[in-house]
């Protein structure tokens, strides 16, 4: 099992690579991207990812290590709800490790879907830097159970170790302000919800909170991805009255 030890030889070449980019004014992304999904495979889950949250309040993924976890960033982002948003929110882990007996209070939808698609437990840490908060990293198993000493420290140095790199990067060279485009580069692209959520808004006249809880409310209860709806309403696919509450 890999420990908290394993680390440092494992990402030390990695981590070379990214602050090489750094000293040499190079791109950052592709090295940046490549240490993340490193630790990340470290963990002893069945899957993790990483995401940020960007212009204020857009949580949006940055590296997911398979199409599962891709999937359950998907779900999170289309309720509105999730460990992933409970840990950026309150900067503690959320650990929940059997979906079948005990679903959490503050997102049993999601948990529900979880566990349908066969995910055992959740566990969510804060990525963080003092009182910088930059994301979070999600992890699942697909067995139910409780992480174990070791496990949870390893997966706490990988967290950390992630918060430590995004933070090198987009602080580098700068006194005042980060460099935004790095993390815009790495960040999977949801233009199409914000260009969704302003014509709910022409149409209605309501504020963007609630376009995008309309939006919500809508895909969910077509039992669809709010990444889906959004794309057929920009694609004119979708009338915005038929969202009409």
Not at 64 to 69: G, I, L, T
Not at 98 to 127: H, K, Q, Y
């Amino acid at each position: 099992m890999t420990g908290v030890g394993d680390f440092a030889e494992a990402v030390s070449p990695l981590l070379s690579q990214l602050l090489a980019a750094l000293r040499e004014g190079r791109d950052t992304a592709v090295p940046l991207a490549a240490l993340c999904r490193g630790i990340i495979g470290l963990m002893p889950v069945d899957g993790a990812a990483v995401s940020l949250v960007v212009e204020g309040a857009q949580r949006t993924l940055v590296l997911a290590s398979d199409p599962v976890v891709e999937r359950l960033d998907a779900l999170q982002f289309s309720l509105g709800e999730g460990p992933s948003f409970e840990a950026f929110e309150t900067g503690r882990p959320v650990l929940a490790p059997d979906l079948s007996r005990n679903l959490p209070a503050s997102w049993p939808v999601f948990a529900t879907e979880a566990g349908m698609a066969g995910i055992g437990g959740i566990f969510a840490f804060p990525l963080r830097r003092g009182a910088v908060k930059l994301g979070s990293v999600d992890t699942y198993r697909r067995a139910p159970g409780w992480l174990s000493e070791d496990e949870l420290a390893t997966i706490l140095h990988g967290t950390d170790l992630v918060a430590s790199a995004l933070l090198t990067v987009v602080t580098a060279g700068v006194e005042e302000e980060p460099d935004d485009n790095v993390v815009s580069r790495l960040v999977r692209d949801r233009a199409a919800v914000h260009q969704a959520t302003g014509i709910v808004i022409a149409e209605f006249g309501i504020s963007a909170e609630q376009a995008l809880a309309r939006l919500r409310a809508y895909a969910y209860a077509r039992g669809r991805l709010l990444d889906e709806v959004a794309r057929d309403l920009v694609a004119r696919r979708l009338h915005p009255r038929e969202i009409e509450a």
